[in-house]
């Protein structure tokens, strides 16, 4: 963690790391020109966080859970809004720009959720920032001190469908579509 604000500043990114109590969500920032920025804790309890963590799939929000009886999925997104929204502040005082990049490490459920795709602004965070996931600081200075490769020339692309979802019933194969989406991707 020491070594961040040199990495951070050298490489240009900017690093967040979040971490989760039973009452709130603590986030430090390092900017890409060094400076530290411990933020106030994000109000979320531990238990918001899990059940938002379950619901990040889009096509689920505002549709019957089947536990507990008549529930429904959050927009995880809404609901964990507060967790990107202060960095419209650091945005506006030109900590961070348009187009800048932010690299995150979370903890407990938070993990569970692509940061780049909570609300921000009158969009989404991804819509002004690039943004990639570490697990955790001492990953990110290991990774940082390996020499810089090349695109690999070739790729292997591995589907695992669960025994359910090649036998589903009512003839819906959209699970293993979205599970080839990205090998198709790739192909193209």
């Known amino acids: 963690a020491a070594r961040l604000p040199e990495i951070a500043q050298r490489e240009g990114f900017h690093y967040l790391t979040y971490f989760v109590d039973e009452d709130c969500v603590y986030a430090v920032m390092v900017s890409k020109h060094g400076q530290i920025y411990g933020l106030d804790p994000v109000r979320i309890p531990r238990k918001e966080l899990r059940e938002a963590s379950r619901s990040v ?69 991804l819509d002004r920032f690039s943004v990639s996931r570490v697990h955790s600081a001492f990953h990110l200075d290991l990774l940082m001190q390996r020499p810089a490769v090349g695109a690999p020339d070739r790729y292997l692309g591995v589907l695992v469908p669960l025994k359910q979802d090649l ?22």
């Open 57 to 125: 799939n889009p096509e689920r929000w505002g549709q019957p859970k089947f536990h507990p009886p008549g529930a429904r999925h959050p927009n995880a997104s809404e609901v964990l809004r507060p967790l990107t929204a202060w960095l419209e502040k650091k945005l506006a005082d030109g900590v961070v720009r348009d187009g800048d990049h932010i690299c995150y490490a979370s903890d407990d459920d938070f993990h569970n959720v692509p940061l780049h795709y909570l609300r921000f602004g009158d969009g989404i965070l």
């Open 167 to 188: 036998e589903r019933p009512d003839g819906d194969q959209s699970m293993l579509a979205s599970m080839a989406a990205p090998i198709e991707w790739l192909e193209a």
